[in-house]
């Protein structure tokens, strides 16, 4: 069938992909990648011919040129197959924009799920799963994090939010500042041969030297803010400060 298929692949066992996935790789009239060696290793390892068909390379750096290309082929009635690097497309990943723009010419988009480092995070992490937020990546410069945390932080669900090895630690001495006993996960190597999980409060993460040695990918969750308990104490105290205050 025509259409725009976002196929999701391995976050690091080859064999993380569904029989499914491996159908539209091996049938579609076009295939697409964030990085054209990464799916075709991916396509060797699993015996998938190409059979002349050449993978387009489609990013976000170069998507004014692939873009285009992808959707005219679309509009030709193709079947066209875009996969990331791993993991879904779209979840910090490239896909978005060409998603968008097939749904705004009516082109039909069929999801082929599989691996999201943030469901297998949560799923392994012990959090609550029946709410949780997806925050990908914090902003880079300090101020905008503490802020960015800051926000998500007070939401009533599960936070899951993706970070580098090297920050992690910073981060968690930002959440710290915030809530030194806030629940905390750090899932690390999903799926792969050397995959951890660490739980702790913050402020004991933030002195854990597995933490400040971390490597490979990270994937850093929270647990939700407790509710503030609005005892009658607690409200006369809060009252009785801010009329001193006036
Ligand atoms: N689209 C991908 C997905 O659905 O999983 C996510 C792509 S994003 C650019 C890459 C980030 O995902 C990494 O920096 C890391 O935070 C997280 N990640 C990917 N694979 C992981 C793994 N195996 N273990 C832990 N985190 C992973």
Redo the contacts with the bound molecule.
Sequence with gaps: ESGLYLV?TP??TARDITLRALDVLNSADMLAAEDTRVMRHLLDIHGVPLRGRRILSHHDHNADRSQPILMAALRDGASVAFA??????????PGFRLAREAAEADIRIHAIPG????L??LSVSGLPSDRFLFAG?PPATKGQRKTWLKKWAEVDATVIL???PRRVNQTLRELCEIDPDRLTVV??????KF?EVIRGKAKELADDPRIAALK????LLLDRATPVQADDDTIRTALRARLALM
């Excluded at 899932?187 to 792969?192: F, G, I, N, S, V």
């Design positions: 999701a976050i690091g990331s690097d791993a993991g879904t497309p779209l979840i910090s990943d691996p999201s480092a943030p297998v995070a990546f993706f970070e580098s899932a690390r190597e999903l799926t792969k995959e490979g990918e990270v994937v």
